[in-house]
Antibody, heavy 116, light 112 residues
Framework: QVHLVDSGGGLVKPGGSLRLSCEAS????????MNWIRQAPGKGLEYLSY????????IYADSVKGRFTISRDNAKNTVYLQMNSLRAEDTAVYYC?????????WGRGTLVTVSS | DVVMTQSPLSLPVTLGQPASISCRSS???????????LNWFQQRPGHSPRRLIY???NRDSGVPDRFSGSGSGTDFTLQISRVEAEDVGVYYC?????????FGGGTKVEIK
């Protein structure tokens, strides 16, 4: 059974940094692209980034390009999202999900609040 | 960017009655491999999204057969044949063909 555990969220000041983690289990991690999606409070879903199995194929939404970095550690079955230069509008629940384009399994999400 | 337009925004339904949600894309969604990456997700209150339908009409394992997806070109539909209380939540369509992948604004299904 696929299990994705998002963690690392919290309260951070504008301009600050945070690193989110998503630990995967129940499937062969190295066979799949992994993704990050976010949802601002009371709002819809925004697809932020994906990373290929080896890390050679990475893409970002314009809203986070140059500030966020996706990476993965296949030995730890974990995907990361390093978030720098955070803004109030980055406040959201951040979800990791399995399989680019298809998002067949999601984590429970981790809340990031950017506020002074 | 591809705009995904869902309607209606809110859908009050009587238990046991059918429901239909429309999703229109601003571009066709056929990828270079011939596949159409149009998916439907359900988000129950307080939960993360769950995929119901992938590539227009393929139902995920464990999803009740009262849920079905259809469509072609730029017009897609999610249908619930007989709404049950557990179907309350927000439904999103999503295209995974053209980057940035985009979601519809959501349709809130509630019981009358």
């Amino acid at each position: 059974q696929v299990h994705l555990v998002d963690s690392g969220g919290g309260l951070v000041k504008p301009g600050g940094s945070l690193r989110l983690s998503c630990e995967a289990s129940g499937f062969t991690f190295t066979d799949y692209y992994m993704n990050w999606i976010r949802q601002a409070p009371g709002k819809g879903l925004e697809y932020l980034s994906y990373i290929s199995q080896s890390g050679s194929d990475i893409i970002y939404a314009d809203s986070v390009k140059g500030r966020f970095t996706i990476s993965r550690d296949n030995a730890k079955n974990t995907v990361y999202l390093q978030m720098n230069s955070l803004r109030a509008e980055d406040t959201a629940v951040y979800y990791c999900a399995k399989t680019a384009r298809l998002l067949d399994s999601w984590g429970r999400g981790t809340l990031v609040t950017v506020s002074s | 960017d591809v705009v995904m337009t869902q309607s209606p925004l809110s859908l009050p339904v009587t238990l046991g009655q059918p429901a239909s949600i429309s999703c229109r894309s601003s571009q066709t969604l056929v990828y270079s491999n011939g596949r159409i990456y149009l998916n439907w997700f359900q988000q129950r209150p307080g939960h993360s999204p769950r995929r119901l339908i992938y590539e227009v009409s393929n139902r995920d394992s464990g999803v009740p057969d009262r849920f079905s997806g259809s469509g072609s070109g730029t017009d897609f539909t999610l249908q619930i044949s007989r709404v049950e209380a557990e179907d309350v939540g927000v439904y999103y369509c999503m295209q995974g063909t053209h980057w940035p992948f985009t979601f519809g604004g959501g349709t809130k299904v509630e019981i009358k």
